[in-house]
């Protein structure tokens, strides 16, 4: 406190009308530019926001303020930090397991179990990329995940993470670099293709904060080895990156996107031109589903 009621912190209709102002766009052309990223908002919704006499809420709204940021080109988080956090949260879409088959649905149902696993039911997936690093023979070699969560509602104290191998074993994932958390525990179910493992946080994250975690992880040796980079999500998440890196003299003669819907069939590829021996995908609002990278030599 200052003593002094003149004196206040910005709140997020202070911060917009500034970014607004930096820009010099009218309100018509934010509309137009929301709409053409795949976040509709009105102007006249706009306008409230900018005068305050209402604020973001629920998810679609929280993804229009991630756009407005990239768009008023202000740093990531800038915007929606200020959106009062009881408004914020916004109701989450029940999570749907993109997978089809019966027998994958049911084992990781039973990895879940093993693992006494949280409910994830007020997990909001904001942000997660992939750096993946490719080996001199093609498959992956280690992957470095970081990501962005937040609780929506009660108190979370750990994260559990699935992952569907496309051939059995017995060998886990080796876990490596952990930041912001720590592994805590895992399991591989007996069939040998699903796997999870469960990370506690530093310490328990309550509704309206995030969460910023970062691991690695690379294969055993004998585990079996990808030509594919993928995330499957439950919800729509904010933003999904995959970065794909290749050794100069070991670049594929095939690569292409592809993805999945929650149903786990296949929606869409299309082919992916590398640069500098790097192939990447992005998205916002994707989900549920599956979004990856897939490659391929000549040779097999």
């Not at 007020?122 to 023979?137: E, N």
């Not at 069939?191 to 946080?201: A, K, L, P």
């Not at 292409?256 to 069939?265: I, L, P, R, V």
Request: net charge negative; proline share 7%; aromatic share 6%.
């Amino acid at each position: 406190m200052t003593g002094d009621d003149s004196v206040r912190r910005p709140d997020f209709a202070d911060a917009l009308r500034s970014a607004i102002a930096r820009r010099g766009v009218s309100l018509s052309q934010l509309h137009l530019r929301l709409r053409d990223s795949g976040n509709p908002v009105s102007i006249a919704m706009l306008s409230y926001w900018r005068s305050g006499e209402r604020h973001p809420e629920g998810a679609a709204s929280l993804s229009a303020v991630d756009a407005l940021e990239r768009l008023l080109e202000v740093p990531a988080g800038e915007l929606s930090r200020l959106v009062p956090r009881m408004v914020r949260m916004g109701a989450l879409p029940m999570p749907r397991m993109p997978f089809d088959d019966e027998r994958e649905r049911r084992e990781i149902g039973e990895t879940f179990a093993a693992l006494r696993a949280a409910q994830q039911n007020s997990l909001r997936d904001i942000s997660t990329h992939m750096d993946v690093v490719v080996g001199a023979d093609g498959t992956v070699e280690r992957t470095t995940y970081r990501c962005l969560v937040q609780v929506t509602s009660g108190t979370l104290s750990d994260l559990s993470l699935i992952d569907v191998d496309e051939e059995p074993t017995d060998a886990m994932l080796l876990i490596t670099d952990v930041i912001g958390a720590r592994l805590d525990r895992q399991y591989r179910h007996p069939d040998g293709r699903v796997s999870g493992i469960v990370f506690t946080f530093d310490r328990p994250v309550e509704a309206g904060e995030t969460v910023l975690f970062e691991f690695s992880e690379a294969p055993p040796p004998g585990y079996p080895r990808r030509r594919t980079a993928w995330h499957a999500t439950a919800r729509p998440a904010k933003e999904t990156m995959i970065f794909v890196r290749f050794p100069r003299d070991c670049e594929p003669d095939w690569c292409e996107e592809y993805t999945e819907s929650d149903g786990g069939a296949e929606v869409s590829s299309s082919p992916v031109r590398l640069i500098g021996g790097i192939a990447h995908t992005s998205r916002h609002g994707f989900g549920p589903g599956v979004l990856g990278l897939r490659w391929g030599y000549a040779e097999g």
